[in-house]
């Protein structure tokens, strides 16, 4: 069974700073996706950020990246220039079944909060 | 292009009642999945539909069942209420890869 685990239930940070979040998982499977969440009070999740278990370079998307260690299962979510507007619970999730989208394990989330 | 939509957004309910909740999924998507996310927990899989199947199923009860329609959009139904199943129900529709999920249904059971 696959598992994710995110061992800070919350988190600050100064507005314009960088903060990490961190996420492990556990996997028997060698083809899976990993994602970044984030749920505002709106409670709906929005897609931060996807990486390929296959694909070696971490991904990027404008203020946001990903350290993958693929040998160490651990997957952080790095946030720069922290804006007032990034105060949320982010969630790490895995799909481990190979791109056939069938379902999302989730962590219990982090909850940030962006100080002005 | 309307995303995905959910209703009711919030609904009180008695222990031992029936519920359904409902899914529009986003214009072009044609797979549906249902999340319970109790408070303060990361969203647990219930099931996933296709094609008016139910494709994958997560670990729980048959209490909780579930329906495609034709036109795709989805219902979830929960039979014999618990207080357990007090929770905010998300729905993420998708087609090919990638999930866009609604801002759920908050359910209570008193």
């Known amino acids: 069974a696959q598992t994710v685990t995110q061992s800070q239930p919350e988190m600050s940070v100064q507005e314009a700073e960088t903060v990490t979040l961190s996420c492990t998982y556990d996997t028997s499977e060698s083809n899976y996706y990993l994602f970044w969440y984030k749920q505002p009070p709106s409670r709906q999740m929005i897609l931060v950020i996807r990486?390929?278990?296959?694909?070696?370079q971490n991904a990027t998307e404008n203020r946001f990246s990903v350290n993958f260690q693929k040998a160490a299962k651990s997957f952080s979510l790095k946030i720069s220039d922290s804006q007032l507007g990034d105060t949320a619970m982010y969630f790490c999730?895995?799909?481990?079944?190979?791109?056939?989208?069938?379902?999302?394990?989730f962590g219990k989330g982090t909850l940030l909060t962006v100080n002005p | 292009d309307a995303g995905v939509t959910q209703s009711p957004t919030h609904l009180i309910k008695t222990r031992g009642q029936q519920v359904t909740l409902r899914c529009s999924p986003k214009?072009?998507?044609?797979?549906v999945s249902w999340y319970q996310q109790a408070l303060g927990q990361g969203p647990q899989f219930i099931f996933q539909y296709y094609e008016e199947e139910e494709r994958q199923r997560g670990n729980f009860p048959d209490r909780f069942s579930g329906h495609q329609f034709p036109n795709y959009s989805s219902e979830l139904n929960v039979n014999a209420l618990l207080l357990g199943d007090s929770a905010l129900y998300l729905c993420a529709s998708s087609r090919g890869y990638g999930y866009t999920f609604g801002s759920g249904t908050r359910l209570t059971v008193v």
């Open positions: 999730a895995l799909d481990n079944s190979g791109g056939s989208n069938y379902k999302l394990t």
């Open positions: 214009s072009g998507h044609d797979t």
């Open positions: 990486q390929e278990a296959y694909k070696q």
